[in-house]
Structures are given as C-alpha cells and as structure tokens.
C-alpha cells in the first residue's frame, strides 16, 4: 500500500471491488453508505448514521471522525474522535458541522497530506454538494484529485479548469492500480 | 507520557485537608504526603476493583490531585457517575488523547440531573 495514495468513498453508487481498495490505500469511507467492509477511517456529521455506526460490527475498528459538536455527545465512545482542524473549510462558507460526511471526508484526505485522492462513489448530482466540491478543489494544489467514476461516454467538463483534477473511469484505476 | 492505549485523562482531587498544598508545606507536613500516598493507593484499588478495560495511576505529583488514564469511555463514564460511592470528587474536565492527531484536548465535565454532559 502506498501511503501517498488515499481512496475516499461518497454515498453514491459504487461498483468496484471495495476490498481492492483497501488493498490499495487508506481508505476514508463517508458516512455508512458503504459498510459491508471495514476501513481504517469514516467520517460523520449525522447524528443518526452515527447512531447506526457504533451499533454496526463492521465499524469496531474504524477511527470515526465527528465535528467537535457531535464529537461532545458521544465522547464516551473510543472509535469517535475529532475532527482536526480543517483549513478548507474555510473556502467553502460553510462550518465544519454544516459540511457533508463526503466534504469532510475529501478534506481530511487533504490534512492527511496524501498526493494522490482517488473519489469513488462522490455524488456530484447535488448541486450544493458539486460547489463545495469545486471550492475544495479550488483551493488544494499539493494533492492530485481523480475522480473515478463506472466506464462512460459521455465526458465531464466540470473539472476541466482544474489542473489538479482528472476525471478516469475504472479501467483507467485499474492501470493505476495494477502499476503501483 | 501514557501508552497510545490511554485515549482519556481525568484527575480525582485530593482529599479536603491535602488540596492546594506547596511542595514547601508539604515537606514539613509528612502526615499530609501519608494521607495522599493512601488517597492514591485506593484509588488504584478501586480502580483494579471497578475498571473493565486498562488503566494507569500516575505516580507524578499533582498539586490537584491523582492523575488517572484510562482505556474506555465506559469505564470512564462508570468512573464519574460513581463518584458518591467512594466519596471523592473529580476536577469537572476532562482529556481525551485523538489517535489521528495525537492532541490531548480538554473538555469541561457538566453534570446535569439526566447524568453529565461535556461542553
């Protein structure tokens, strides 16, 4: 595994072999979409997913991470901890707590100082979600954001601006993948 | 420094005669340093008694009072809530260690009548 490599896990659909990821990098999963497998990190900013988090086995090992204000009300359970500092959050106008579980887990990869972020399952649908996303972006220049998406024709141009940001489809991660 | 186990500190004041006590005084005073070597033996004791996961007393002298590190957060809640039982108080804060950063960050205790809070 390649410590400057980091895969973050959106709520959206993700057809690609979760265990493979795991063998590739660390891996941040946002909220509990995803729990048929255990990772080493999971971000939260709901109560309730929270909730159904620490009552889920898969989770007994994962360093979830809250923003200080949900951190307070389940302090007494050891998988939580806090959120760090995050220096995007800024960009975007929102507070920590106001961001989605896949905001904060993009940022965190970023304070992780990883070189190269891989976005499986990132839901760009919403619109809220798609602004705060390219605030993000906008704002990072050391890491490399790929976002992976099923194999598509039809191409994306919203990144297009963005010199750290490619859009590739699951073939093209697993050249990557299998290269590393 | 604890081991990277010890995710939260708290400290359990001394008893009302030994607080607020200089290093001065208390080398003129042995009875009060037997008194708190006692105070800090039986919280271990009821520590070993009470506590499901691993702990640690700190041997370092605090002018506040015994210094514990503990595992669990339930065990940590237990400890706080029983306070009554063992007739001692603990000082309303409380640290926990973050495994991603490795900051001690400190919060304040707050007890409410449903059982405690953190602010």
Known sequence: ?180 | MPNNNYKYHMTVRWPATCRNRSYEILKERPDLVEQMNHFRQKVDRVCKLILRKGYRVDSNHDLQGVNIWLESGQDVYDFIIRQPEFEWEIVPELSTVNRLTGELRKWEIVYTPSGITIA
């Open chain 1, 1 to 180: 595994m390649n410590p400057e490599n980091c895969v973050v896990i959106g709520p959206a659909v993700l057809q690609y072999d979760k265990d493979a990821l795991l063998a590739f990098a660390d891996v941040i999963l946002a909220g509990n979409a995803h729990k048929t497998n255990e990772v080493p990190y999971a971000t939260v900013s709901s109560e309730t997913r929270l909730q159904d988090m620490l009552n889920s086995p898969v989770f007994r090992n994962t360093t979830i991470l809250a923003p200080d204000s949900l951190y307070r009300k389940y302090v007494f359970f050891e998988q939580i901890d806090c959120l760090p500092s995050l220096p995007a959050v800024k960009n975007t106008g929102k507070k920590t707590d106001e961001l989605s579980e896949q905001s904060l887990a993009l940022m965190l990869a970023q304070w992780m100082d990883k070189k190269h972020i891989y976005l499986f399952g990132y839901d760009i649908e919403n619109l809220d979600e798609r602004a705060v996303l390219l605030s993000i972006m906008g704002s990072n220049n050391f890491a490399h954001i790929y976002y992976v998406r099923k194999p598509n024709p039809s191409k994306i141009r919203l990144f297009d601006s963005y010199e750290n940001v490619s859009v590739i489809d699951y073939k093209q991660f697993d050249k990557i993948r299998n290269a590393k």
